[in-house]
């Protein structure tokens, strides 16, 4: 649909600086930016590229219509930030943007609920990002991302005393969800792709977490408190498709447990299926409570 759509311009009007003795320039003919058709196939475009994510569509809580929790269950809080390439889109309607959202916390929630854990959502938004931000780099070349050598004897030590450090474009992405979240809540993004080293290896990724045992320099708190999950995108500007019904329940686990290791477990959650152990469930609990609850702790500590 194309052909359709709406070419928008973009009118940049130059500020002048006006001090007393300074008259104000006369106004040439204002730059006009006019969005490239069609458009890239990563979405870039020279007149979107330097924004920062833009609010594009906010959804009341309530219009998600979710149960309410069982009682006696503990509340994960967190924000929802579904992504579109900033190129104009009449192609969807909150009603859609709804269905997403409503599908992660019920997904979620029937995994958490053997927990007796639910998501109380404090923020979703469609939001709009630049291509930098769409195609992310999750972490730095070399990284380990919380997958050590093969052997390693104390992998959560050693994923400890790496001290990775979220990126720029993470940093500048989790910023927006902090503006719409209470501090210590978990924000999860969609992007398109992430650009990850796990074990310093180049990594496809379809979700990414940055548990405080891996990311906990003082200048990354709170902005760690976020997931990343990749459900497929279309065209630019469209609204992505729906997200694994796994994946952000497996993020928040490795940010409730607070490691970036993996169960072994047959048709676990943290391996590959949805169940928790007992012994889970009271490590996320406690872990919620530490670490995401009213208390700050920047560096929860090396793990004992
Ligand atoms: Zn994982």
């Given amino acids: 649909m194309l052909a359709h759509r709406a070419i928008v311009a973009l009118v940049i009007?130059?500020?002048?600086?006006?001090?007393?003795?300074l008259a104000a320039p006369a106004l040439d003919a204002a730059p006009v930016c006019v969005l490239i058709q069609p458009p890239a196939d990563d979405c870039s475009?020279?007149?979107?590229?330097?924004?920062?994510p833009t609010l594009v569509a906010e959804i009341a809580v309530g219009d998600l219509a979710l149960a309410p929790p069982p009682a006696g269950s503990t509340p994960i809080r967190v924000g929802l930030f579904y992504t579109i390439a900033p190129q104009p889109s009449n192609g969807w309607t909150n009603a859609d943007a709804i269905a997403r959202f409503r599908k992660i916390v019920v997904d979620t929630n029937d995994i958490f609920v053997q927990c007796d854990m639910h998501l109380e959502v404090e923020a979703a938004q469609v939001v709009a990002l630049p291509a930098r931000l769409l195609d992310l780099q999750g972490n730095e070349?070399?990284?380990f991302g919380g997958h050590p050598p093969p052997g390693t004897p104390d992998p959560d030590l050693f994923d400890y005393q790496q001290n990775e450090r979220l990126t720029a474009e993470s940093r500048e992405l989790f910023a927006y969800g902090k503006l719409h979240t209470s501090k210590n809540a978990i924000?999860?993004?969609?992007?398109s792709h992430i650009v990850y080293y796990s074990n310093q290896q180049l990594s496809e990724a379809g979700g990414l977490s940055n548990p405080p045992n891996i990311y906990h320099h003082v200048d990354d708190y709170p902005y760690r408190n976020s997931v990343i999950l990749v459900p497929t995108y279309g065209a630019c500007g469209a609204l992505p498709g729906e997200v694994d019904r796994r994946t952000f329940a497996h993020e928040l686990g490795h940010m409730l447990l607070n490691s970036g290791g993996h169960s072994t477990e047959f048709r676990n959650l943290m391996n590959d299926g949805t169940r928790l152990s007992t012994a889970q469930c009271t490590a996320m609990r406690a872990n919620l409570d530490r670490l995401y609850g009213t208390a700050e702790l920047p560096d929860p500590g090396p793990p004992s």
């Fill in 187 to 191: 924000s999860a993004f969609t992007v």
């Fill in 13 to 21: 009007i130059p500020v002048a600086a006006c001090g007393d003795n």
């Fill in 45 to 52: 475009d020279p007149c979107l590229d330097e924004r920062g």
């Fill in 141 to 143: 070349e070399g990284s």
